[in-house]
T-cell receptor, first 117, second 119 residues
Framework: AQSVTQPDIHITVSEGASLELRCNYSYGATPYLFWYVQSPGQGLQLLLKYFSGDTLVQGIKGFEAEFKRSQSSFNLRKPSVHWSDAAEYFCAVGTTYSGGGADGLTFGKGTHLIIQP | GAGVSQSPSNKVTEKGKDVELRCDPISGHTALYWYRQRLGQGLEFLIYFQGNSAPDKSGLPSDRFSAERTGESVSTLTIQRTQQEDSAVYLC?????????????????FGPGTRLTVL
């Protein structure tokens, strides 16, 4: 079975500083990888996804993530954070769709991002 | 078009009562998913529908939980004889599930959730 680890429960970053949120996954084949953001009182919003191809993926709100198969990682980055980026961030993995299987995403426990003025 | 909607947004119930949670997926989305998010935790996958068929129900926490879906539209998650440990936010997501790999396939779009509190 697949699993996702987000090692950092909380991260505090100064506004304007760069950000990297870590995500490690465990899955035997090529995974689908996702980053979602959840703001207080809001639903989950998709930031970006990796299915195949270019390992550097661009998302919304200036975020990007890099898939590194050798490290089983899919870290999320942003060069300069804004106060509005304060939220909970979830990494998720989905299994390769075979056309016959059916399953949901496996989520990490999330990283709470705090932005200091 | 509208996103995924869920009702009610909040539900407070007494231990032992039954509750029904509703999800309206995005129009045209063939797949529908239910997740549970306990306080301070990530999302826990419960069940998946392709059309009105649920191929795998093993993610449901107990036999008190059941779900059904009408065609490719509304789904209801029912919890019978609620317990305090059922208190959580229940999230629904939908996606367009294609036989072929594509950028559209398998991206799940989430609703705002139903916050369930069992007293």
């Amino acid at each position: 079975a697949q699993s996702v680890t987000q090692p950092d429960i909380h991260i505090t970053v100064s506004e304007g500083a760069s950000l990297e949120l870590r995500c490690n996954y465990s899955y035997g084949a090529t995974p689908y990888l996702f980053w979602y953001v959840q703001s207080p009182g809001q639903g989950l919003q998709l930031l970006l996804k990796y299915f195949s191809g270019d390992t550097l993926v661009q998302g919304i709100k200036g975020f990007e993530a890099e898939f590194k198969r050798s490290q089983s990682s899919f870290n999320l980055r942003k060069p300069s954070v804004h106060w509005s980026d304060a939220a909970e961030y979830f990494c998720a993995v989905g299994t390769t769709y075979s056309g016959g299987g059916a399953d949901g995403l496996t989520f990490g426990k999330g990283t709470h991002l705090i932005i200091q003025p | 078009g509208a996103g995924v909607s869920q009702s009610p947004s909040n539900k407070v119930t007494e231990k032992g009562k039954d509750v029904e949670l509703r999800c309206d997926p995005i129009s045209g989305h063939t797949a529908l998913y239910w997740y549970r998010q306990r306080l301070g935790q990530g999302l826990e996958f419960l069940i998946y529908f392709q059309g009105n068929s649920a191929p795998d129900k093993s993610g449901l926490p107990s036999d008190r939980f059941s779900a059904e879906r009408t065609g490719e539209s509304v789904s209801t998650l029912t919890i019978q004889r609620t317990q305090q440990e059922d208190s959580a936010v229940y999230l629904c997501a939908s996606s367009f599930r294609s036989r072929y790999l594509s950028a559209r396939a398998d991206t799940q779009y989430f609703g705002p959730g139903t916050r369930l509190t069992v007293l």
